[in-house]
């Protein structure tokens, strides 16, 4: 397994930076490649602007045109094309971060921003009157695999079915689906740990125990049953799902799991 970690976390002893090593220490002695993207310690520049694209800025800029013209010529910043480059490197992807306001932290979205480029992980594929694009099962990095490793402040109950801060796993839809089921990778169900403010009473032994296990299953863990865009399941122009392919009472985000 070749395995990018991309780390956000800004403190390098906290629960997320063991985790982050306990995902390094593991997988290299599984015999596995490991890079590590450690955005803070990187000073990862997280909001896009003009500089990024030089001399394919448009001007005004129109982020869209201008990332994929830069992507075209190979013009992309350094920090953005070595990223890109992992990204193509692994077949495997882990995401270590905490849960903020509901979503990753700034500076993990700044680099999806940035490194998910048009042309790269959108804008890929023939679009026309009936076709829109490979995406959600195809796209620039169909074949790869991709994991959520959060901590989350609230406790499981929190965040179960009717949990009032809604299900963990529609909080995770818009990463998991519209950021990384987009540009084709596979996604395992996540990782995540609930009431981390107060770990204590062996809690963190137990929670790096179920982490290691879950590394080491990666390559035979089943991805989440994303239904693929271009393979039957929508209606062609509208890419609504057809009706009656729905479990019974499956709505919402579920209905884009396959039954
Ligand atoms: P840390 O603070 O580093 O540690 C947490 C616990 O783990 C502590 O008890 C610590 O002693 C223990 N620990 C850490 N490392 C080790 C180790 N190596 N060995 C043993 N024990 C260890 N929560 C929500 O539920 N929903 C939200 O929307 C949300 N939004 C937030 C927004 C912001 C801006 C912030 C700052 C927090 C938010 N939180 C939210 C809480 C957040 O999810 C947690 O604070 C975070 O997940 C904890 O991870 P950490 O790595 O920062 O933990």
């Given at each position: 397994?070749?395995?990018?970690?991309v780390y956000?976390?800004?403190?390098?002893?906290?629960l997320?930076?063991?985790?982050?090593?306990?995902?390094?220490?593991?997988?290299?002695?599984?015999?596995?490649?490991?890079?590590?993207?450690?955005?803070?310690a990187?000073?990862?520049?997280?909001?896009?602007?003009?500089?990024?694209?030089?001399?394919?800025?448009?001007?005004?800029l129109?982020?869209?045109?201008s990332?994929g013209a830069?992507?075209?010529?190979?013009?992309?910043?350094?920090?953005?094309?070595?990223?890109?480059e992992?990204?193509?490197?692994?077949?495997?992807?882990i995401?270590?971060?905490?849960?903020?306001?509901?979503?990753?932290?700034?500076?993990?979205?700044?680099?999806?921003?940035?490194?998910?480029?048009?042309?790269?992980?959108?804008?890929?594929?023939?679009?026309d009157?009936?076709?829109?694009?490979?995406?959600?099962?195809?796209g620039?990095?169909?074949?790869?695999?991709?994991?959520?490793?959060?901590?989350?402040?609230?406790?499981?109950s929190?965040?179960?079915?009717?949990?009032?801060?809604?299900?963990?796993?529609?909080?995770?839809?818009p990463?998991?689906?519209?950021?990384?089921?987009?540009p084709?990778?596979?996604?395992?169900?996540?990782?995540?740990?609930?009431?981390?403010?107060?770990l204590?009473?062996?809690?963190?032994?137990?929670?790096?125990?179920?982490?290691r296990?879950?590394?080491?299953?990666?390559e035979?863990?089943?991805?989440?049953?994303f239904?693929?865009?271009?393979?039957g399941?929508?209606?062609?122009?509208?890419l609504?799902?057809?009706?009656?392919l729905?479990?019974?009472?499956?709505t919402?985000?579920?209905?884009?799991?396959?039954?």
């Amino acid at each position: 397994m070749k395995a990018l970690i991309v780390y956000a976390h800004p403190e390098p002893r906290s629960l997320n930076g063991a985790l982050k090593d306990i995902a390094v220490t593991t997988l290299e002695g599984a015999g596995h490649e490991v890079r590590v993207s450690d955005l803070y310690a990187m000073g990862w520049k997280a909001a896009v602007d003009a500089a990024d694209y030089g001399a394919h800025a448009t001007d005004p800029l129109q982020v869209v045109p201008s990332s994929g013209a830069a992507f075209d010529a190979g013009a992309l910043t350094p920090d953005v094309a070595a990223e890109q480059e992992k990204l193509l490197w692994a077949d495997t992807v882990i995401f270590q971060f905490p849960l903020w306001w509901y979503a990753m932290p700034a500076i993990l979205k700044g680099w999806v921003d940035r490194v998910f480029t048009y042309n790269f992980a959108y804008g890929v594929g023939v679009h026309d009157a009936t076709r829109y694009g490979e995406r959600y099962g195809e796209g620039t990095l169909r074949g790869r695999r991709a994991v959520l490793s959060v901590t989350v402040g609230g406790p499981e109950s929190h965040y179960s079915d009717r949990g009032i801060n809604g299900p963990i796993e529609d909080l995770l839809f818009p990463i998991h689906h519209g950021i990384l089921y987009y540009p084709g990778l596979e996604v395992l169900p996540p990782f995540v740990l609930h009431g981390t403010d107060r770990l204590a009473g062996g809690a963190f032994e137990d929670a790096a125990k179920a982490w290691r296990e879950r590394l080491l299953a990666l390559e035979t863990t089943e991805p989440i049953a994303f239904r693929r865009q271009n393979f039957g399941d929508y209606e062609i122009p509208s890419l609504r799902l057809k009706e009656g392919l729905e479990a019974p009472g499956r709505t919402g985000f579920g209905l884009h799991v396959r039954a």
